[in-house]
């Protein structure tokens, strides 16, 4: 099946600084891709929808200045969160649609946990 | 806006039994897809079937089997021969043909007693 790698899966950083997070589609090209937020034991919520080529549509409440979102490629978008604060600490989810898939199926990465100290 | 409600934050079966996980969820589209999604401890989201709203049949994928109900927008899961390797949390999901955005309802967690 298809593949999304997601890098790092963990990562712990100082307040202040700033992290970047990778969502790789290894075997498909994928003009959309999600970045997705998720609280213990909670539900995964929308944060933004990355689209090749041009600027990210953020969802409602999210920071665009402070979650970066680059997709630069038809296999790679990038979310930045910049000047990192403890309450950003969380598990990050990316998923990608494959360019055929006509929005019938989306691949997962395996998450990115951020712990910020 | 689309809504995925899953009522039963908690769940739990033995092993070999049946198990079924429930699902409603509200939207004004005609056509549109439902998804279940298994997510382990590794936090690795996984797809366990998918049905597409205009196929009356109900998917299936080997121990794996919905209920789909349109007109009363339900979309059970059934587990049949439940194995301890099920046991993992369970999101339902929607996501419209027209549009890129899955929503996801807000889990059921599903204990295998062995």
């Known amino acids: 099946g298809a593949v999304v790698s997601q890098h790092p899966s963990r990562v712990i950083c100082k307040s202040g600084t700033s992290v970047k997070i990778e969502c790789r589609s290894l075997?498909?090209?994928?003009?959309?891709m999600f970045w997705y937020r998720q609280f213990p034991k909670k539900s995964l919520m929308l944060m933004a929808t990355?689209?090749?080529?041009?600027?990210?549509?953020?969802e409602q409440g999210v920071e665009k200045d402070k979650f970066l979102i680059n997709h630069a490629s038809l296999t790679l978008s990038t979310l930045t969160v910049t000047s990192a604060h403890p309450e950003d600490s969380s598990f990050y989810i990316c998923?990608?649609?494959?360019?055929?898939?006509?929005?019938?199926?989306?691949?997962f990465g395996q998450g990115t946990r951020l712990t910020v100290v | 806006a689309q809504t995925v409600t899953q009522s039963q934050p908690e769940m739990s079966v033995q092993e070999a039994e049946t198990v079924t996980l429930s699902c409603t969820y509200d939207?004004?589209?005609?056509?549109?897809?439902l998804f279940w999604y298994k997510q382990p401890p590794s936090r690795q989201m996984i797809l366990v079937i998918r049905?597409?709203?205009?196929?009356?049949q109900n998917a299936t994928e080997n121990r794996f089997s919905v209920n789909f109900q349109k007109a009363a927008k339900s979309f059970s899961l059934k587990i049949s021969d439940s194995q301890l390797g099920d046991a993992a949390m369970y999101f339902c999901?929607?996501?419209?043909?027209?549009?890129?955005?899955?929503?996801f309802g807000t889990g059921t967690s599903l204990t295998v007693i062995p």
């Open positions: 049905q597409e709203a205009y196929k009356q």
């Open positions: 998923s990608a649609d494959p360019v055929t898939s006509r929005g019938t199926e989306a691949f």
């Open positions: 939207t004004s589209e005609s056509d549109y897809y």
């Open positions: 999901a929607y996501r419209a043909r027209t549009g890129n955005q899955f929503y």
């Open positions: 990355s689209n090749e080529g041009s600027k990210a549509t953020y």
């Open positions: 075997d498909f090209q994928a003009t959309t």
